[in-house]
């Protein structure tokens, strides 16, 4: 059975800093793109950040670039989101995602697995 699951989520003043955490178990993701997306209360799901295996094919959404860097340690099976420069606006569930395929997507759609999400709260 795969899961997804993401640690790391909590509450932290405008400008500060988190680091969020998603390990894989159950099968070799590897080979695998990773993401992440959020969810606002009220609001639809939406992409945060996606990297190809190798990390030659990295893609963000215009909102957090220069903010947010996803990477990956495929050894451990893990994926994270260094977020900094954190803003109100960036309060969501935030969902790591992965898929079977060989290129990152910014549609949640195309992820075949997902995380059960992580309370990200910045207060200004």
């Known amino acids: 059975q795969v899961e997804l699951i993401e640690s790391g989520g909590g509450l932290v003043q405008a400008g500060g800093s988190l680091r969020l955490s998603c390990q894989a178990s159950?099968?070799?993701?590897?080979?695998?793109?990773m993401a992440w997306f959020r969810q606002a209360p009220g609001k639809e799901r939406e992409f945060v950040a996606a990297?190809?295996?190798?990390?030659?094919?990295?893609r963000y959404a215009d909102s957090v670039k220069g903010r947010f860097t996803i990477s990956r340690d495929s050894a451990k099976n893990t994926a994270f989101l260094q977020m900094n420069s954190l803003e109100p606006e960036d309060t969501a569930v935030y969902y790591c995602?992965?898929?079977?395929?060989?290129?990152?997507?910014?549609?949640?759609?195309?992820?075949?697995?997902w995380g059960q999400g992580t309370q990200v709260t910045v207060s200004s």
């Open positions: 990297r190809s295996w190798n990390g030659f094919n990295t």
């Open positions: 159950g099968r070799a993701f590897s080979g695998y793109p």
């Open positions: 995602a992965a898929r079977g395929a060989s290129l990152p997507s910014i549609r949640p759609g195309d992820y075949d697995y």
